[in-house]
């Protein structure tokens, strides 16, 4: 058993509104420095069997198709800390 | 300039029916091995000038305040790579 961690981020090019409002209302809350906020979403993927690198191919090809859309998306596949 | 990341997940107490739900579709599209997903937040953050210990502690505090529900919620706070 092996753990797997999938990062999706919209690509820098590609507006955050959602980030924005972040950043926004940390900014009315009283933080400072805040200069941008960006919002992604992180998957932690459990997988069968030792984590070799057919299996993190397996994820990333997941992560590809149906954890990412990669026309406004990037992803990064790693083996969790 | 300095980015810190912020990841947010569910507590592992905590049932995710989101993540259920994509281990399905990938058990259903041909992954093979999936044990479980869990799907959680990913916030990279922006700050002005150096990323001290105090811009840290301020990020750390607007993840608590803002960013996580801590209730339900945990998060990690770490400098971007």
Redesign the interface.
């Known amino acids: 058993?092996a753990r797997v961690v999938v990062?999706?981020?919209l690509k820098p090019e590609i507006l955050d509104p959602q980030?924005q409002a972040?950043a926004a209302?940390?900014s009315r809350?009283g933080?400072?420095?805040?200069?941008?906020?960006?919002?992604?979403?992180?998957?932690?993927?459990?997988?069968?069997?030792e984590l070799d690198d057919a299996?993190v191919a397996?994820v990333r090809?997941?992560a590809e198709?149906?954890?990412a859309n990669t026309v406004i998306e990037e992803f990064e596949v790693r083996p969790a800390s």
């Not at 933080?31 to 069997?49: A, N, T, W």
């Open positions: 058993m990062d999706v981020m980030g972040i209302a940390g809350l933080f400072e420095g805040l200069k941008e906020v960006r919002q992604g979403k992180r998957f932690e993927v459990e997988i069968d069997g299996a397996e090809r997941m198709t149906l954890l």
